[in-house]
């Protein structure tokens, strides 16, 4: 096999061929089959070592230059797999190790995920002198909320950090919310037991 592409940031058993990391990104966005831009391909790639940041980038423009990755007609900035892509990915998918194919696809789905729930469960941050506060709505779909909270915290960092909490898991913070509210023990033992296994 010909390794010519750097390898700088790539992990034991990363792609070190140029071709092969064109083929891997036409898998991903087959096997995903949700349109994703640019930064969230190098994202889930380059996160898990699995290319080179440089080459990443070089193989996707080359992929739009050859047609087989094009702009999604109804998602701005984002791409969608052409049809000689997708025959790219099916004749040639077995030429990658399936641990690399196995590894991307379940970083790209957990990248899809997480930009779900930041799309449907919002966090703004309003920052004023010595101040911030913090607003986190958690969807019931249908243009509903569910929940609706804003907290004051002292700075930018702690703000930055209830966001990022937040947005991990909107869904415990709403049940947590639930169980406190209701007096429901049930609910207060299901939400200690949830927290207790994302903090491990």
């Given at each position: 096999?010909?390794?010519?592409?750097?390898?700088?940031?790539?992990?034991?058993?990363?792609?070190?061929?140029?071709?092969?990391?064109?083929?891997?990104i036409c898998?991903?966005?087959?096997?995903?089959?949700?349109?994703?831009?640019?930064?969230?391909?190098?994202?889930?790639?380059?996160?898990?070592?699995?290319?080179?940041?440089?080459?990443?980038?070089?193989?996707?423009?080359?992929?739009i230059?050859?047609?087989?990755?094009?702009?999604?007609?109804?998602?701005?900035?984002?791409?969608?797999?052409?049809?000689?892509?997708?025959?790219?990915?099916t004749?040639l998918?077995?030429?990658?190790?399936?641990?690399?194919?196995?590894?991307?696809?379940?970083?790209a789905?957990?990248?899809?995920?997480?930009?779900?729930?930041?799309?449907?469960?919002?966090?703004?941050?309003?920052?004023?002198?010595?101040?911030?506060?913090?607003?986190?709505?958690?969807?019931?779909?249908?243009?509903?909320?569910?929940?609706?909270?804003?907290?004051?915290?002292?700075?930018?960092?702690?703000?930055?950090?209830?966001?990022?909490?937040?947005?991990e898991?909107?869904?415990?913070?709403?049940?947590?919310?639930?169980?406190?509210l209701?007096?429901?023990?049930?609910?207060?033992?299901?939400?200690?037991?949830?927290?207790?296994?994302?903090s491990?």
């Open positions: 096999m010909k390794f010519d592409a750097f390898t700088a940031g790539v992990s034991l058993g990363g792609l070190r061929s140029k071709n092969d990391i064109k083929l891997l898998y991903m966005l087959t096997s995903v089959g949700e349109p994703l831009s640019k930064d969230e391909v190098v994202s889930v790639l380059q996160e898990n070592g699995l290319a080179n940041y440089f080459e990443i980038n070089d193989a996707f423009s080359a992929l230059g050859s047609n087989n990755i094009a702009p999604a007609a109804d998602a701005d900035s984002k791409y969608v797999i052409t049809e000689s892509g997708k025959l790219i990915a004749q998918d077995t030429a990658l190790p399936i641990s690399i194919r196995e590894k991307t696809l379940a970083a789905i957990d990248l899809l995920a997480k930009v779900k729930r930041e799309t449907e469960n919002t966090v703004t941050i309003e920052e004023k002198p010595n101040e911030c506060y913090v607003s986190c709505t958690v969807s019931g779909g249908d243009g509903r909320d569910l929940l609706n909270i804003k907290l004051f915290v002292p700075d930018f960092k702690q703000a930055s950090l209830v966001k990022r909490n937040f947005q898991n909107p869904n415990l913070v709403y049940s947590c919310m639930l169980a406190l209701t007096k429901n023990s049930d609910l207060v033992k299901t939400a200690l037991e949830a927290i207790q296994q994302t491990n």
